[in-house]
Structure formats: C-alpha cells, structure tokens
C-alpha cells in the first residue's frame, strides 16, 4: 500500500519513526516548503497521480499549495484523500468522510510515535481496506515540566522543586517555556543544552512545555495555566528569569474566571521577573541565517519577535538554528531544531546578569550612564544631545533619586548644569576634531587609560571577520593613522576612556561612530549609519571597559537617537560577528526613550536588546501670530466682515492686505498670480490658520516630571485637540454644541458666519478655548 502525504513539519518526525514498524506501507511524505523546489514538486506530484493509492494532507497553505491546489483537487475526486488543517479550506479536499479525518486528525494531534503509528494504521483499514489491528488514540500529557534524564514529568513547581534531584536549594531558578511538539517530537536538544548551560551558570533550571492554547476538548492549557502552575506557588513567581522559546506568550485577560488566579498584565506583574526571548531560526539552517543580512524576517519575525514583544518579552537571541536531513524511508526530509552553542551560552549569561543586577543590594551595584552626542557638531553643542528630553537635568534628578534608594553616589551633582559643567571642565568625551586629545588628558576627563595588551583580551576573541573589518578601516589595536585619519582617542599606544565617576556611578559620552580628526570634510556623519562601516577601536574598548573591568552591572542610554543600535550587523536576530551585540556585551541594558518614536525605538530593543524606559512628550502648546502675521490676520477678517457691509472699505483692504502679505513674504508662498482677490483672501487665511493651528515644545522635557497648573491644562488640551477615530475629541463636540460643523469650520477657516460674527478659523479657535477652560476646571475639581 502507498500514501502520499503532504504534511506539517512538526508531524513528519513522529510518522516518519511509526512507519518503520508496519510493515507493508509505503509513505512517501514532505512538507510545503520541500516543494519549494521545482524539481522536487514534479516528482512528488508524479507519484500521487501515477503510484499513491491513497492522499494524506496536513499542509501548511501557501504560495506553493496555491499553485498545486488545482491538481491536488482533481486528484481528490480520482483517489481516497484525508484532508484536514487549521485552514478550514482544507476540508474541501476531504473525501473519505469527516469522521474518518477528524479521527487521523485526533491521533497526530495528540502525537507522539504510537498514535502517528495508529493514525497510518486507521488509513490503511478504513480508507484502504487493510485488515490490521488499530488501537484507540493514546492521551498524552499537554503541558508539564519535563527536565532532561527524568523518567517522569512533573505535575507543578511544588513538585519539580520537590523531587527534581537537579533542583539545588540556594541557587536562583531560570524558567523555560517552549512547544510541546519540541517535547513529543523527542527534539529537545536546545532544551538539554539550554538546562546545561544554566547549571554551568549556577542556576536550576525549570523547564515547561505547553500548546500555549486552551482546548476544553482536549484538555490543553493555555499559559495563563502554566505560568500561575510551573513557574509560580501561590501568586509568588518560584523563577528569577524566563527563557521564552513559544511564538506567542499569549497571557490573555479575561481568564480571572475560570482559574481564580491573576491572567494578563496582572499575571506578569505578579511574575516580575526578565522575559527573554529565545530565537529558533524555524524555516533557516544554521549557514541560512548566518548568510542572511536580515537575520530573522518574514512570518518569524512578526510571529516569533514583534508578537511577543506585545506582552513585554525582551532580547531576542538566536539559540537554535533547523537542521534538515533527507530520510530516504519517506522520500523527504526530517526537520530538527538544533542548539548553535555559542548563541546558548551568550543568551543564559544574559539571563544570569539580569538575575545579579536584582539579587544586589543598591549599594552594591553599579551603573554606567551614557549620554549621547551628535558625531559631526562641536562637543559643546552635542553633549546630551536626546530629542525633546533634557537629559542632563534628566540624568542629575535620576542619579538623586538613586541616591536616596540606596546606591552608592558620591559628590551628587545638583542639576544638569553641575553635571556637564563637570563633564566639559574635565574634557570627559570622545572627540577627534574639535578637541585636542592632549586637552582632554591635562583636563582629566580620561577614567582609563587602555593598554593595547588589555584590549587584546576582547579584540583577540572577536571573530575573524571582526577583526579584520575593524583593522581594514582603523587599523591595528590600539588604532592606527589610515589614509591620512589619525587613531581615534590613541594617546601614548593607549584607548583613552573618557567619562565623570560619582561612586558606583560612571557617567560617559557615547564615543564617537568615527571622525577624520581635524581633516573632517563634514562627510563623517555618513557613519552614523553605514551598514558596513565597523565602529572605532576605542568605540567597542568603551563598553568593554565599563562591563569587563569598571564593572557595570547595568548599562543606561538616556534619550532617542544613540548609535549603538545602529551599528553594522543584522537586522533581527543578530549573531556574535554583529557589532550591537559585540559591544554591548551581556550587560543588562535599559534606554531612556520617547514614546512618540516607536519605529527606532523598536530597533533599539531588537539590535542593542534594549529595555526601553518610555518618557512623555514636551509639553505642547498653540502658536500665535504677532507683528505683521498679526496686523495680516486683523486686515483678512475686516475684509471678509466688509464684503458684505461697506465695498469701498473692503476695496481699501484689498491694498493693505497686499502690503501687508508682501511685508510678512507670504505672497510667494500662495502664489501671487491670482485674478480673484477673494482666492488670494482664502488662501492666506488658510495658511495663518495653519499656522496658529500648530503646536510648539513648551521646554524640553525632564524625566520623571509631570507637568503642573497651566502647562498640564496645555498638555492636556493639546492630546484632545485633534480627532482620533470615530468618535472625535472633545473639541468637535464643542463645535456640534456650538450648533456648527466641526469639518466645515476646519476646512474653510476663511468663511463668515454672520450670526457670531467670526470666520471660522475664529470660531474653531474659540472652541479650543472652551475645551481649554474645560481641562482647567476638571483639574480643579
């Protein structure tokens, strides 16, 4: 008997094992993907026309399947077909009957080699007419900790902490979560290298497998379910850290009901402990993804990365890369997740480091700062630089607020102006081209000078590639002259780390991505973001310094716009030869950044694993016009009031306005070449409209501050100006109240309305004001 099967790669293992113990069977069996290959989907299309007896489809739909599907469907009418899948189209290619489907669906969704054995086993009788003996489908366990060399799983964290000889007491707990078709599939290597590594490490290992769905029929649970279970006892989290291996954590709300226990934000607030999310390369072998510059893209991405991300998973790292291996038993291939050991062990150092950084007393710990700095601008002017956040005052109150925690802070400075004038009275930055370096070292701003044999102990570890992309532009360490640019912060054969101490504090410029010196020809800030152009020598010296020797046990880049995530690398999915991820090291890394820049912030956190601290927008308020724009606006509602009441005034502000529009040089920027005045009206009334209709930055913003009084109500007022959704704001309601039309009054600002006697833009002003005295006496009450 012959079955051709088209199947989802996590199935193809388990049936690819039960087919050696029945005799009598051929299965030739492959995945979509397999049929990516031309050649290949001709020859599997071949054998189910010319030799399958019988079609067995579990296909992942596609591109490819949109191709066959005309075929596979003929072919369905032709022979006994078993078609079934999430996608409920696939139903339509059935033609055995639905329950002879949904019982081979019901034994490979359990899994495991004794129902996939079965499963075959019910074709071969019921579709095939095979006289065999076929047992009913075997339960197995939908969630549990399975720890690697135990002969049991565990029911719940009582009794893996219990029971588990692995368990120590005294050592912190990292958790596991990852697919149960890794755990019946018998593919758990990452897993087993994973829980090696942790021990290595000093740590236990709590291991959790799960559909990560809830199933009433068949008793899955969802990890609402395994979180509240596995990694916790009596809402206490038992874990210190979590490795993500799961697509989705899919912590739903609503669930409060049915467990009694806290679901969704509360169930992670509850946990409080670092989510890490550990990468599989799922449809790249190992040379794919490395070869790849984008490193994860496609569905991965968004299933794998940006979804997780929604439920406050950080750091995704690649830890497991697919393995294909042709099996000549099914004609295919079997797929395999397999661990890539180096990427294992940088990811559970990462874990371990967040787990220090908590397990510290205040005092003990310390913190590196970094300030930023535009690469092309004198020093003066860049230092700090952070859009809409003033972070020196930022950073000073921070350092405050710490000191009064508990840290270890000395000579605290008292505002952002103490702390840089401390920062350029010592030349404590990383200049080549406004500052001389011997300024720098006389100023003492240097915290380390780097001899070339201490930066060898990282350089001389880098990847070969590394290496040689960093010598070929900068020369050998410590850095050379090349092409006429001086070493960058080379004094004497050594780096020169720059930076202000204040105790357990270090506060450091963001070294520069590079510079010419003092032969700058303004082209350097294309370094900011050259993809292929390596940072300096003394660039990656500086955060090696401030982990490996200073000691940071966290690293703090304060406000949008650094560069350290914008080094050469890959996208998504970075690997050990990608410059993020090289300089950063494994230290915990948070980022002081604006809400209002979701799209950098986003690489932040996926290039330089980032934690991002969001901070509010400035405070915005309403433009206003003055002098001539003023003196314009006057003479424009005066004319539009006269046209209807007195012509020979209103002739005699068609010249005022004239004048007035060429004094204020806004002629040329309506176009002048009007023959009807009146266009020539509409269109500078317009433009004035527009431009007391925008905001401006009141000041920039101080982390941690809340605005008070008038500039609260003018923030306030400014988030409910505008309309977002259906329902618009409160302004367009107060136009309705008005008896107007919000969109009449928005869109011809320059028209009458004789019963207020105010043009629109008039009008729509006025309603800003009320929702504006709205906002003052709300916050009064």
Request: glycine share 8%; charged share 25%.
């Amino acid at each position: 008997m012959k079955i051709g099967a088209i199947m989802w790669t996590s199935y193809i293992p388990a049936l690819a094992e039960a087919l050696g113990h029945i005799p009598g069977l051929e299965l030739k069996m492959c995945s979509i993907r397999e049929l990516e290959d031309g050649s290949y989907r001709e020859e599997m299309l071949e054998y189910l026309r010319s030799e399958a007896d019988a079609l067995f489809l579990f296909p992942s739909t596609g591109s490819v399947w949109e191709d066959i599907s005309g075929e596979i469907s003929a072919l369905s009418k032709q022979k006994p077909t078993i078609a079934f899948g999430y996608d409920p189209g696939l139903l339509a290619y059935n033609s055995v009957g639905a329950h002879v489907a949904l019982t081979v669906q019901h034994y490979l969704t359990l899994g495991g080699t004794e129902n996939a054995k079965n499963a075959l086993l019910y074709i071969m009788k019921e579709v095939l007419g095979a006289q065999v003996t076929v047992l009913p489908p075997e339960e197995i366990p939908w969630q549990g900790i399975f720890y690697p060399g135990s002969d049991r799983l565990y029911e719940d964290a009582v009794d893996f902490m219990d029971n588990c000889p692995a368990c120590l007491p005294g050592r912190p707990t990292v958790g596991i979560l990852f697919y149960r078709h890794l755990w019946i599939n018998h593919n758990t290597e990452v897993i087993e290298s994973l829980v090696r590594e942790l021990d290595e490490l000093g740590c236990n290992a709590l291991p959790a497998f799960s559909t990560g769905r809830r199933d009433i029929e068949t008793g899955s649970e969802d990890n609402v379910y395994v979180i509240n279970n596995y990694f916790m006892v009596n809402d206490k989290p038992v874990i210190d850290g979590l490795i993500n291996l799961q697509s989705f954590l899919m912590v739903k709300q609503g669930e409060t009901e049915r467990t009694a226990k806290p679901a969704g934000d509360d169930l992670l607030k509850c946990l409080d402990v670092p989510i890490i999310k550990g990468l599989l390369t799922y449809s790249k072998t190992e040379a794919e993804w490395r070869s790849d510059a984008y490193g994860i893209s496609g569905p991965t991405m968004v299933m794998s990365v940006a979804m997780p991300e929604c439920n406050g998973v950080i750091e995704p790292i690649v830890i497991g890369s697919l393995s294909r291996v042709h099996e000549q038993s099914i004609g295919g291939a079997l797929e395999f997740y397999l661990p890539l050991k180096g990427r294992i062990n940088y990811l559970c150092r990462r874990v371990k480091k967040w787990i220090d950084l908590r397990s510290k007393q205040p005092s003990e710990r310390k913190v590196a700062i970094i300030l930023h700095n535009s690469p092309c601008h004198g020093v003066e002017l860049a230092v700090g630089g952070a859009a809409n956040l003033d972070s020196l005052e930022s950073v000073a109150r921070i350092m405050a607020r710490m000191q009064q925690a508990g840290y270890h802070i000395e000579n605290l400075p008292a505002s952002g102006k103490e702390l840089i004038d401390r920062i350029m009275g010592t030349k404590a930055i990383s200049d080549f081209r406004w500052t001389p370096i011997e300024e720098i070292v006389e100023k003492g701003g240097v915290i380390k000078y780097l001899t070339e044999a201490e930066y060898r102990q990282w350089f001389d570890k880098f990847p070969a590639t590394v290496q040689a992309a960093m010598i070929e532009t900068w020369g050998k360490p410590p850095g050379e002259e090349k092409d006429g640019v001086p070493a960058a912060m080379v004094y004497d054969g050594k780096i020169l780390i720059t930076g202000v101490e204040y105790g357990n504090v270090v506060v450091c410029c963001q070294p520069k991505r590079g510079c010419a010196g003092p032969r700058c020809d303004g082209q350097v800030c294309k370094l900011l973001h050259d993809p292929e152009c390596p940072p300096t020598h003394q660039y990656v010296a500086t955060y090696r310094y401030l982990e490996d020797m200073w000691g940071a046990d966290v690293l703090v880049h304060v406000g949008t716009h650094g560069n350290l995530e914008f080094l050469p690398g890959k996208s998504v999915g970075l690997s050990e030869t990608c410059f993020p991820e090289l300089t950063l090291g494994t230290v915990p890394h948070l980022y002081i950044y604006n809400t209002d820049n979701p799209p950098e912030g986003t690489i932040a956190k996926r290039r330089s694993y980032a934690a991002l601290i969001g901070h509010m927008q400035t405070v915005m308020v309403e433009a206003a016009t003055y002098g001539h724009l003023e003196e314009l606006e006057s003479f424009l509602d005066q004319y539009i009031q006269a046209k209807h009441t007195d012509p020979a005034r209103s002739h005699e502000l068609e010249q005022l306005i004239t004048d007035k529009a060429v004094e204020a040089k806004l002629l040329a920027d309506i176009g002048h070449d009007h023959d009807d005045f009146d266009v020539i009206v509409e269109k500078l009334h317009g433009l004035i409209t527009g431009l007391k209709n925008r905001l401006h930055q009141d000041g920039m913003h101080v982390f941690g501050d809340i605005p008070e009084g008038e500039r609260r109500v003018n923030f306030i007022q400014a988030v409910l100006k505008h309309d977002t959704g259906e329902h618009g704001t409160l302004v367009r309601l107060v136009v309705e109240l008005m008896g107007l039309d919000y969109d009449q009054l928005k869109d011809n600002p320059h028209e009458w309305h004789a019963g207020f006697g105010k043009n629109y833009g008039a009008l729509l002003q006025d309603a800003n004001t009320y929702v504006k005295e709205f906002v003052r006496n709300f916050m009064a009450i």
